[in-house]
């Protein structure tokens, strides 16, 4: 609002520059304001100035407004992810992407017996035009000793076993978020998006979470994960959870 009040003061100048050199009322203007003489010579080139500066003023926004709708005529780098349940050859380079965001979060050997128990636990996130895995995301249903297990913040870690988890998924499923990764900024988006829908499709009713990186901790937060102990803060390695 500024902005235009403004403009519209700036070009009411200019209009009244223009009336001086058009009607030549300066002489007029002299006699009636005797102090504002020595200016009057001066007043069409501040008015050409600031005609200049709204033209590239104009241009400036037209640029942007430009750059806008190119950016949004582009079609969406996350049309081009999508993702469904890994198979068994496809676990290594899962794990592989798992590391370069977090070093040890998927131990391959671990995660061959969790795939052995429950083979739609992993889901790969890959690119539908070269079908490259680019990043993948876990969701664990869990058994009611798993939640137990979650509640007493000790499901993950060197004495998990595949019995705190289901072999299979069933709507409205208490479910641990695992992870979720992707390479480079976009894909970690369309990762995300690929859980929500997910989640969404299994209709699940309670997911919990162990957010380990500040990422992680941001969007937990975001999507109002709280933490399983009252006494706890939702920081990274702490137990959330969420309910529908």
């Known amino acids: 609002m ?22 030549d009322i300066d002489e ?12 009057l010579p001066y007043v069409p080139y501040l008015a050409i100035a600031l005609l200049l500066l709204l033209a590239l003023f104009g241009l400036s926004r037209l640029g942007m407004a430009a750059l806008y709708w190119v950016s949004n005529m582009r079609p969406s780098q996350l049309q081009n992810v999508s993702s469904c349940a890994c198979r068994e050859e496809d676990l290594e380079a899962v794990c592989n992407i798992a590391a370069m965001s977090i070093p040890g979060v998927l131990d391959l050997q671990k995660t061959q017996a969790l795939y052995a ?9 890959f690119d ?4 490259r895995i680019i990043g993948y995301f876990c969701v664990l249903p869990l058994t009611k000793k798993g939640v137990g297990k979650v509640k007493e913040r000790d499901l993950m870690g060197d004495g998990m076993q595949v019995s705190y988890f289901t072999k299979r998924f ?9 992870g979720v990764a992707g390479i480079g900024n976009y894909v970690k988006a369309g990762a995300y998006e690929q859980l929500k829908q997910f989640l969404e499709k299994q209709n699940v009713y309670e997911a919990y979470t162990r957010p380990t990186t500040k990422d992680g901790v941001r969007l937990a937060r975001q999507n109002k994960f709280e933490p399983v102990s009252g006494q706890d803060k939702l920081v990274a390695g702490v137990y959330a959870y969420k309910r529908r």
């Open 28 to 39: 007029d203007i002299a006699e009636a304001f005797p102090r504002a003489e020595p200016i």
């Open 170 to 178: 069933a709507k409205k499923a208490t479910v641990y978020i695992g």
């Open 128 to 131: 539908t035009q070269d079908h």
């Open 117 to 125: 128990h429950n083979p739609k636990f992993i889901h790969k996130v």
């Open 2 to 23: 500024r902005r235009g009040f403004g403009i519209a003061v700036a070009t009411a100048f200019s209009l009244f520059a223009v009336a001086l050199s058009i009607w």
